[in-house]
Nanobody, 127 residues
Framework: QVQLVESGGGSVQAGGSLRLTCDVS????????MGWFRQAPGKEREAVAA???????RYVDSVRGRFTISKDNAKNTLHLQMNSLKPEDTAMYYC?????????????????????WGQGTQVTVSS
C-alpha cells in the first residue's frame, strides 16, 4: 500500500526558507520516479522538481538555484529545501510517486506520469 505524507509547510516572509518532507511508505518506492509539484488557487498543478532512482534531479526554471530536491532511501523520505522564497512560490505543495515496480532512470517533470500523491502542505510567502 503506497502512502505519501507531506509536512514542513508554513508561512514565511520573502527571502525566507522552508524544508518540506514527504514520508513514503510501500514496497520498492524509493527506486521509482519521485517529484514535488505545486498548485496555486485557480491554477493547474505544476512541476517544481523531480529526482530519479540514483539521485539525478531536474528543476523548473522558476526555482532552479533556489530549491533543492533530495531523498533519503534509508528513511524513505523525499525532501525539498526551498531558499530565497518569493510570494509567487505560494501554493499547496504535493509530493508525487510514479506507479509500477519500475526503477526510475531519468527524473520526470510531467504530473501525468505520476500515480500517487500526498495530501499536500501549504506554503505561503508574504512580501
Amino acid at each position: 500500500q503506497v502512502q505519501l505524507v507531506e509536512s514542513g509547510g508554513g508561512s514565511v516572509q520573502a527571502g525566507g526558507s522552508l524544508r518540506l518532507t514527504c514520508d513514503v511508505s510501500g514496497n520498492t518506492v524509493m527506486r521509482r520516479c519521485m517529484g514535488w509539484f505545486r498548485q496555486a488557487p485557480g491554477k493547474e498543478r505544476e512541476a517544481v522538481a523531480a529526482i530519479d532512482s540514483v539521485g539525478r534531479s531536474r528543476y523548473v526554471d522558476s526555482v532552479r538555484g533556489r530549491f533543492t530536491i533530495s531523498k533519503d532511501n534509508a528513511k524513505n523520505t523525499l525532501h525539498l529545501q526551498m531558499n530565497s522564497l518569493k510570494p509567487e512560490d505560494t501554493a499547496m505543495y504535493y509530493c508525487g510517486l510514479r506507479g509500477g515496480d519500475v526503477t526510475c532512470y531519468g527524473s520526470r517533470l510531467s504530473a501525468s506520469e505520476y500515480n500517487f500523491w500526498g495530501q499536500g502542505t501549504q506554503v505561503t510567502v508574504s512580501s
